[in-house]
């Protein structure tokens, strides 16, 4: 199973962020299957934002929650990120992972895109 995000490189404050991280290799709609966004800011750890399970239901960090969401489409095999209202603190590399448990413990990840660098700057 292969990972792929793309999006934008460069955001300005206030604006949205969206990312797509696209599947190869297995489906995501997988039973028992979960699909995270986890991102790392600089200098920093891992953070779990939040995950789409193979039914499609969504769980959140509560930290991001209000400025996050995740959705799917089946048909392309694609995973989406979108992150409203977008701050400096928001750069970061962007990862998609998968795993086969809801997990935030990066270990516990079968699978990781290779991340793409997203910077918040005016």
């Known amino acids: 199973v292969q990972l792929q995000e793309s999006g934008p490189g460069l955001v300005k404050p206030s604006q949205t962020l969206s990312l797509t991280c696209t599947v190869s290799?297995?489906?995501?709609?997988?039973?028992?299957?979960?699909w995270s966004w986890i991102r790392q800011p600089p200098g920093k750890g891992l953070q779990w934002m939040g995950a789409?399970?193979?039914?499609?239901?969504?769980y959140y960090s509560p930290s991001l929650k209000s400025r996050t969401s995740i959705s799917r489409d089946n048909a392309k095999n694609t995973v989406y990120l979108e992150m409203n209202n977008l701050k400096f603190e928001d750069t970061a590399v962007y990862y998609c992972?998968?795993?086969?448990?809801?997990?935030?413990?990066?270990?516990?990840?079968?699978?990781w895109g290779q991340g793409t660098q997203v910077t918040v700057s005016s």
């Open positions: 992972a998968g795993a086969s448990a809801l997990t935030m413990v990066p270990e516990q990840y079968d699978y």
């Open positions: 290799g297995g489906s995501i709609t997988t039973n028992y299957y979960y």
């Open positions: 789409i399970t193979y039914s499609g239901s969504t």
